[in-house]
């Protein structure tokens, strides 16, 4: 009797067991998911909590396949001069990617851009809020003037 309650109880753990593997074995996360997680951008912003743009520019980042971590800073434009931002050129909101400052509504293809041309500047502004920016309109129209700033100074990053 014990030998038939132990096999029955082995044979059961092993259907159990080979039912669970199959199941796990077999699903599947989707491709675009798996995708935008292994190739995110990881991008920090520092922003007012208030700011109904600031979240609108951050969802289109992550739309854009980067990983967005949002940080509340009402005093986030006293951090960007501290992190080297020109006073007059203090953008939207600040934020940290791979090494540079970016403040503002920046479009995803200069960030891009940026981050793979590795320049020697600090980081790029697009001061203020122009309504044809990222955030600011549900695509960007016309053109943007954006601003290196560095060790050298300021000057035009890109202007398209």
Known sequence: MKKIFVAATVTALAVIGSVAFTALTSAQVPQDASASVAGAKAITIWRDPGCGCCDTYADYLETNGFSVTRVDDRDFDKRSVEMGVPE????????????????????????????????????????GMPGNAPGMAPAKTGTLKTYAFGKDGVAVYSDE
Do not use: K, M, Q
Request: proline residues 8%; negative net charge.
């Open 88 to 127: 007059r050129g203090i953008g939207c909101h600040l934020a940290e990617i791979d090494g540079y400052v970016v403040s503002g509504l920046v479009p995803v293809e200069i960030i891009e851009r940026l981050v793979s041309e590795r320049p020697d500047i600090t980081g790029i502004t697009l001061p």
